[in-house]
């Protein structure tokens, strides 16, 4: 089995696992006062104060989640009711055209049921947000802004955004930024105090840490109108017992995912790098999509004319290789990617794409094992779509 889908979800890693096992062998609430309570507590505090060092925050600023939908939510939804309650006219919430559904469906929610505006900002070819569009976009109307949305890196064709250059011009007009850096952490050089942005979400199954793990890390002074009531815990913006092992197991994730940035970009970049160049060489007229100078190493986002995704993905994964596809699929249709249609894609280029993403445990193997397989997958799906022409 090859498995080339590691931006939807990674192994686990053995660490973190040991850790969390350890943990889950203790006991007691970390809201609770006696010895059991506060050995818990400091053991969520020490996590904390882990991802803190890693992110370059402060452990205060560091709002532990469930994952980075919920984080996501927090960030749009919370600082969305707490503008709107400062000033009734900042109701435009300013989202990239290329935002994970994390962030796109919590701002199509608001629009459709808190009154908000929501507007895109444009995308170029490669997937990118101008500091001048989003510049232009801020001065139609500056006082009606609530917030911006940019994520740091695209989960389907890798592209990484300008985010510092971004969150300068929304700090000039005094507009909360927030980032969706899920695909971004321990791939790009992350460090909240240097790159500006009010608000950052980061999960811990994209690294290698379990599922149901994350942390929105958002700037002191900023009070999210939190969604779920409660305990009051993380600043009283995340209501609900906080899980000892889950912090300590995602602190172990973000510390070593950090710490190996580096070396392990270094090595997906070579092998994405050798990935693409087999395909291309059995299938001369694959696409790469997104920017090829600045995207994510683990990422290769590749269109295969004539052919369909959906069709290539079943293809492969009868050869053992699992990877994704970019479109979405509604009611047994599939959609073409709203990510490659904002790129400037016709819908049938937005169809034929595959997503292969690499991860800690990916070999050159497995891209040899890819480059064996796709010829005969593209050959066998341009047959099946030509003959229902």
């Known amino acids: 089995m090859v498995y080339l889908d590691h931006a939807a979800t990674t192994e686990t890693r053995p660490e973190v696992i040991a850790e969390v096992a350890a943990e889950l062998g203790s006991l007691g609430n970390p809201s609770s006062l006696h010895q059991h309570g506060r050995t818990a507590r400091r053991t969520v505090e020490e996590a904390r104060e882990s991802i803190a060092d890693a992110m370059g925050c402060t452990p205060h600023e560091v709002v532990l989640t469930g994952g980075g939908t919920e984080a996501n939510n927090i960030a749009l939804k919370g600082l969305y009711w707490q503008r709107r309650a400062e000033d009734p006219r900042r109701r435009r919430i300013l989202l990239s055209a290329v935002e994970h559904h994390a962030a796109l469906d919590p701002a199509h929610w608001l629009a459709d049921h808190q009154d908000a505006v929501h507007e895109e900002l444009a995308v170029d070819t ?86 149901g793990t994350g942390a929105l890390l958002l700037a002191r002074g900023l009070t999210p109108v939190p969604l779920l009531h409660g305990g009051g815990q993380e600043r009283d913006i995340r209501s609900g017992t906080v899980s000892a092992p889950l912090a300590r197991g995602l602190a172990t994730t973000v510390r070593l995912a950090v710490s190996e940035r580096e070396k392990h970009a270094a090595h997906l970049a070579e092998l994405r790098d050798g990935l693409e160049e087999r395909v291309r060489a059995v299938v001369p007229d694959v696409v790469v999509n ?10 290769a986002h590749l269109s295969f004319p004539g052919c369909e995704g959906d069709a290539l993905l079943m293809l492969l994964d009868a050869h053992g290789i699992s990877c994704s596809t970019g479109s979405a699929c509604s009611a047994g249709v599939a959609q073409p990617s709203h ?21 800690r445990t990916s070999t050159e193997e497995d891209t040899v094992a890819l480059a064996e397989a796709i010829g005969p997958a593209v050959e066998r799906a341009r047959a099946a779509r030509a003959k229902r022409r």
């Open 126 to 211: 490669l997937g990118r947000v101008s500091p001048q569009t989003l510049r232009e976009a801020i001065e139609r109307d500056r006082s009606s802004v609530a917030l911006v949305s940019v994520m740091w890196a695209n989960n389907e064709v890798g592209t990484v955004q300008p985010i510092s250059e971004l969150a300068e011009v929304a700090a000039e007009y005094g507009v909360p930024f927030h980032t969706d850096a899920v695909q971004a952490v321990g791939s790009e050089p992350v460090d909240f105090a240097d790159c500006g942005v009010s608000a950052l979400t980061l999960t811990g199954h994209k690294l290698g840490g379990p599922v």
């Open 290 to 299: 997104g920017c090829t100078d600045d995207r994510l190493p683990g990422i």
């Open 339 to 359: 990510v490659l249609l904002a790129m400037g894609a016709d819908p049938d280029t937005a169809l034929s794409s595959l997503r292969l993403s690499l991860g």
